[in-house]
């Protein structure tokens, strides 16, 4: 099923860009000119000690009721929760599925724990941004979304809990 979705993914923008006669890279230009750009990036930091990862967790969800209304860097946090998700089948709920930090921007971080490594946990941190101005729609993602991670650091001391300055990897 999956080859025959990115066949069809590969036809429609083929039939796309016959029809509009424009590169994608135009299409797409003119696409954040109309809706403005979201910038989206996930960190992984694989293999953290899976105490320490508990605990930036834990410490995350003792901040969460004082976080909304106050200001981290630029931003102002307009929520903070952890999420849980409510399966549409059974009506179950699984809890405890990520830390939200929410800023009134329409911006957000999310810390998610993954056990799937053979060795410790992996951290997962999702950072997006949506930016509607058309001069910086040409930034680099990782640039347009520094001052979040930043944030994101400082708010859930990755640094100092897992001993890592850097994710293992970066999508």
Request: net charge negative; aromatic share 10%; charged share 25%.
């Amino acid at each position: 099923v999956r080859e025959k979705d990115g066949l069809w993914a590969v036809l429609f923008w083929l039939n796309i860009l016959a029809a509009r006669q424009e590169s994608v890279e135009d299409i797409v230009k003119a696409h954040w000119r109309t809706y403005g750009r979201n910038y989206y990036s996930r960190h992984d930091y694989e293999e953290v000690d899976s105490a320490k990862a508990n605990q930036l967790m834990d410490q995350l969800r003792q901040k969460l009721a004082s976080l909304p209304g106050t200001s981290l860097g630029d931003y102002e946090v307009e929520y903070a929760d952890d999420f849980s998700y409510t399966d549409p089948v059974d009506n179950s709920v699984s809890a405890k599925q990520g830390i939200r930090i929410g800023f009134t921007n329409g911006s957000r971080i999310v810390f998610r724990l993954s056990g799937t490594g053979t060795k410790g946990a992996t951290l997962r941190l999702y950072v997006e941004s949506y930016e509607p101005d058309e001069a910086h729609h040409g930034q680099e993602t990782q640039a347009a979304l520094a001052p979040l991670i930043d944030i994101a650091d400082d708010v859930a001391q990755i640094e100092a809990l897992t001993g890592r300055s850097e994710p293992t990897v970066i999508t």
